[in-house]
């Protein structure tokens, strides 16, 4: 199993970015996924995950209305599209994989997880 995030960078705020998570070694279309993201010295903290047919997401109270999580199931990835972006959201973003049987927004309830990429929010 292995899953790569790309798309981060340094960006002013109120700028966009879409991260992309690309997957393999598993059945994509079968898993829920779910987006975090991590400051030093702080916990992971819950971004947004989606269904595996793409149709059921949620989202944590903090990027709500700005951020967009979607996949695409024929390409075996998941993408987060974040608007209105703000100093706040700098973080290292990563993209994991919940464990079948699992719900909920913890940590706990992912099995696999990217390396993760730097988005900097910064004037």
């Known amino acids: 199993v292995q899953l790569v995030e790309s798309g981060g960078g340094l960006v002013q705020p109120g700028s966009s970015l879409r991260l992309s998570c690309a997957t393999s070694?598993?059945?994509?279309?079968?898993?829920?996924m779910g987006w975090f993201r991590q400051t030093p010295g702080k916990e992971r903290e819950f971004v947004a995950l989606?269904?595996?047919?793409?149709?059921?997401?949620q989202y944590g109270d903090s990027v709500e209305g700005r951020f967009t999580i979607s996949r695409d199931n024929a390409k075996n990835t998941m993408y987060l599209q974040m608007n209105s972006l703000k100093p706040e959201d700098t973080a290292v973003y990563y993209c994991?994989?919940?464990?079948?049987?699992?719900?909920?927004?913890?940590?706990?309830?992912?099995?696999?997880w990217g390396l993760g990429t730097q988005v900097t929010v910064s004037s």
């Open positions: 994991a994989r919940q464990q079948s049987a699992y719900s909920g927004t913890t940590q706990g309830a992912y099995d696999y």
């Open positions: 070694g598993f059945t994509f279309s079968s898993y829920n």
């Open positions: 989606i269904k595996w047919h793409g149709v059921i997401t």
